[in-house]
C-alpha cells in the first residue's frame, strides 16, 4: 500500500465510469482469462493481481468507482436513466465531477479491501473484494440515493426486477445447477488433471476457480448491450471454488462437482433473494452477485475445513 497504488487505484476508479461499471466488469473477466494463462505459463500472478483484481479493472475499484459515479450522475441530475444505470459510458456526460467520484471510490475501494484482508479470521476466510463492492454500494445508496437501504423481500414487479428472464424458481434452478455444475467441471479438471503436470501447478490449483468466473464475467458485455445473457459469475465463481476446496480435502473429483453443483445453486437463489432485498426497491446499484459471493466464500472454506 503506497502512493503508486493508490495513484493507480484512482485511474481504475476513473476507468471504469468513463467506460460503464458493467463493461469494467466485463474486462475483468477478459483480463482474468489472459492473466491466468501468464499465471501457468511463468508462474507469476502479476496480471491477475494488478490488472485482474487490483487496481486496473480489480471490481471494488473500477466497477465501484462506476456504481458510486452513475449514482452521484443521477443525483445531479446529469443521468436521466436513474442512478441504478451502471451500463451507460460516463464519460459521454462530459462531467469531471462524475469522473472525480469514480476516483474517489476506486481510491476508497482499494483502501478498504486491504483492510477487511488484514481482519483476524475473516479476512481470509471470505472474498475481500465483493464484501468491498456491497459495502461500497450501501455507502452509495446512503450517500447518494433517497430510498432505504433493505427493504422487505417481496417479489417485484416492472422496472424493478434484476433478471426477469432468470428468477422464477424453475429457470434460476436450471440455470444455476448447470451453472454450477460448469464451473466445478472445469475447476476440479484443472487441479486434479492439469495442475498435477504442471511446473506451476500451486499456481493453477490456487486460482482455478478463476477461469469459471471470468467466463462468466465475459457475458455481462452482452448484458450490459441489452440482451438476456445469463448473470453467473456469483454462481461459477462459488461452485469454482467449493470443487477446488473439497477435491483438495477429499481428493474425490466426483465429490468437488457435486458439492460445488449445490454452492451454485445456493449462490444463485441467494443472489435473486439479495436484488429482492436491497437492489429492486432501491434507487441505486447495490450489487447481488457479490454480496452473495463473500458469505459463499466464507461457507465453502469453512466447510472444507471440516471435512479436511
Known amino acids: 500500500m503506497n502512493l503508486f497504488w493508490l495513484l493507480m487505484a484512482a485511474a481504475g476508479g476513473v476507468f471504469g465510469t468513463m467506460i460503464g461499471a458493467n463493461y469494467a466488469f466485463s474486462f475483468t473477466g477478459v483480463t482474468i482469462l489472459l492473466g491466468f494463462g501468464v499465471a501457468a505459463a511463468t508462474g507469476s500472478t502479476t496480471v491477475l493481481d494488478y490488472v485482474s483484481f487490483g487496481p486496473a479493472f480489480g471490481p471494488h475499484i473500477a466497477f465501484a468507482g462506476g456504481v458510486a459515479a452513475a449514482a452521484y450522475a443521477a443525483k445531479k441530475g446529469y443521468l436521466k436513466s436513474g442512478g441504478k444505470?451502471?451500463?451507460?459510458?460516463?464519460?459521454?456526460?462530459?462531467?469531471?465531477?462524475?469522473l472525480l467520484i469514480g476516483a474517489l471510490f476506486g481510491v476508497g475501494g482499494y483502501l478498504f479491501q486491504k483492510?477487511?484482508?488484514?481482519?483476524?479470521?475473516?479476512?481470509?476466510?471470505?472474498?475481500?473484494?465483493?464484501?468491498?463492492?456491497v459495502c461500497s454500494g450501501i455507502l452509495v445508496r446512503v450517500i447518494f440515493g433517497k430510498t432505504g437501504v433493505f427493504h422487505s423481500i417481496t417479489k417485484p414487479e416492472g422496472t424493478t426486477r434484476w433478471l426477469d428472464w432468470q428468477e422464477t424458481p424453475g429457470q434460476l434452478l436450471t440455470v444455476s445447477a448447470f451453472a454450477?455444475?460448469?464451473?466445478?467441471g472445469i475447476a476440479t479438471m484443472l487441479v486434479g488433471y492439469i495442475a498435477p503436470n504442471s511446473a506451476n501447478g500451486d499456481v493453477i490449483i490456487a486460482n482455478a476457480q478463476a477461469i469459471p468466473f471470468g467466463i462468466s464475467a465475459l457475458c455481462i458485455f452482452f448484458v450490459a448491450g441489452g440482451l438476456k445473457f445469463p448473470v453467473t459469475h456469483h454462481m461459477t465463481i462459488s461452485a469454482g471454488l467449493a470443487a477446488v476446496l473439497f477435491f483438495n480435502a477429499t481428493g474425490s473429483g466426483m465429490l468437488a462437482v457435486l458439492v460445488g453443483t449445490c454452492f451454485g445453486v445456493l449462490a444463485?437463489?441467494?443472489?435473486?433473494?439479495?436484488?429482492?432485498w436491497t437492489y429492486a426497491h432501491g434507487d441505486t446499484h447495490i450489487d447481488p452477485p457479490a454480496g452473495v459471493i463473500w458469505l459463499m466464500n466464507t461457507l465453502a472454506v469453512s466447510a472444507a475445513a471440516l471435512v479436511a
Open 115 to 133: 483492510l477487511v484482508a488484514l481482519v483476524p479470521w475473516f479476512g481470509t476466510h471470505t472474498d475481500s473484494v465483493a464484501f468491498t463492492v
Open 85 to 98: 444505470d451502471i451500463n451507460s459510458p460516463l464519460a459521454g456526460l462530459g462531467k469531471p465531477d462524475v
Open 268 to 276: 444463485g437463489f441467494a443472489g435473486e433473494y439479495f436484488a429482492r
Open 180 to 184: 454450477g455444475l460448469f464451473a466445478s
